[in-house]
């Protein structure tokens, strides 16, 4: 058994996966493994999966038809020897230290999950690169109860990512943490699971892994099922807090994990390459409206929600039926926001799509 088992799934990511593979390759610590999963690239990706198998024996490469990044990471773990499971994006870096300090973390403390900072690098169209980081504010979580309790601090440094976490290998397979075949959300779901009887839990505060945004290089197409896809997430999450029943103490985060099925279909009937019609965008969003969940927590006269101003300005005219308007507003923000490829792409890597 080796300590750690690093997993990369990959698709289509060539113009950065040298990098990525290269830091993994650098690092100070040297007992682990790199499972590269190449999840049926149609670029030179399984190719340069296959040219550093050639030079290093820690890397083991999984060639598969595409599945999706959940099924890829599942083909890794079946593979994997490591104590400790770490999970890594192919078009980000690490620092050369990340295995070796979170280990010891792991290892000194009997750890189940270890929680790190990380570099948000931000490129503009210019080359420029503007980084800010991101630390845990909290130190170690003993006990199940004391996790729960900690949860809306927890949840504040990106609680639905992979790529800042330690697993232990053990603990995954004990509580039957995997990842399902939804192609938008998968870290989440997968986090949920792991959540469910998390304790044990160690912070690092030191930044290790670098996420980089192009602003203004990602394609986003519209998808006919993302809003379902969303609401499967906010059930799974509304799910996790009943079994620990914390439902009155965290009744917001549950609004909030509702809120965003319906923002995020909003932004996906203004895509460019949305094909529906007003009409049909309008029919779309109606139908959204009335699921239960939306209904009971959106827009009941106790929600919190619209404490939030533009939660409060977007409900309002939806409430009223201004469907129209609703999407002029959305399509205005994104339109005046330069930052708008920046924080989309921040958004669905945060929250695991």
């Known amino acids: 058994m080796v300590a750690v088992s690093v997993i990369m799934p990959i698709y289509n990511v060539a113009d950065g996966l040298k ?29 340069i999966c296959d040219e550093f198998k050639k030079t290093d024996s820690r890397i083991q490469v999984i060639h598969q038809e595409n599945a999706g990044s959940g099924l890829a ?33 792991a290892k000194e403390n009997d750890a189940n999950v270890v929680v790190f ?34 949860f809306r601090a927890f949840r504040s440094l990106d609680s639905n990512v992979l790529w800042n976490k330690f697993y232990r290998h053990q603990y995954l397979v004990e509580n039957n943490c995997r990842f399902t075949d939804q192609r938008v959300g998968q870290d989440a779901l997968f986090n949920h699971l792991v959540y469910q009887n998390l304790e044990d839990i160690y912070f690092n505060q030191k930044p290790y892994y670098h996420y980089v945004s192009r602003i203004g290089s990602a394609v986003n197409h519209y998808h006919p099922d993302r809003f379902l896809l969303e609401y499967t997430i906010a059930e799974h999450f509304e799910k996790l807090i009943t079994i620990w029943h914390y439902e009155q103490v965290y009744q917001d985060l549950i609004s909030l994990a509702y809120w965003r099925t319906l923002y995020v279909e909003l932004n996906n009937l203004i895509l460019e390459d949305c094909p529906l ?25 106790t929600s919190s929600l619209e404490k939030k101003h533009h939660i409060k300005l977007l409900t309002f005219l939806l409430k009223n039926n201004k469907y129209s308007l609703t999407l002029k507003i959305m399509r205005a923000k994104i339109q005046i926001s330069k930052r708008y490829y920046y924080t989309f792409n921040t958004l669905k890597k945060i929250v695991g799509t």
């Open 73 to 105: 990471r599942n083909a890794g773990l079946d593979r994997a020897a490591g104590e400790y499971i770490y999970f890594a994006d192919p078009d980000d870096y690490v620092e050369i230290e990340l295995i070796k300090d979170n280990l010891k973390i």
């Open 117 to 150: 900072g990380y570099y948000l690098e931000e490129i503009n169209t210019k080359g420029k690169r503007i980084k800010t980081t991101h630390l845990p504010k909290l130190s170690v979580l003993k006990t199940k109860e004391d996790f729960r309790k900690s």
């Open 277 to 301: 019609s007003d009409y049909e965008k309008k029919q779309k969003i109606s139908s959204a409206l009335h699921h239960p969940k939306i209904q009971q927590i959106l827009f009941s006269s």
């Open 19 to 47: 990098k990525s593979i290269q830091s993994f390759l650098n690092q100070t610590y040297r007992d682990f493994e790199l499972i590269l999963v190449n999840d049926g690239s149609t670029d030179d990706s399984g190719n």
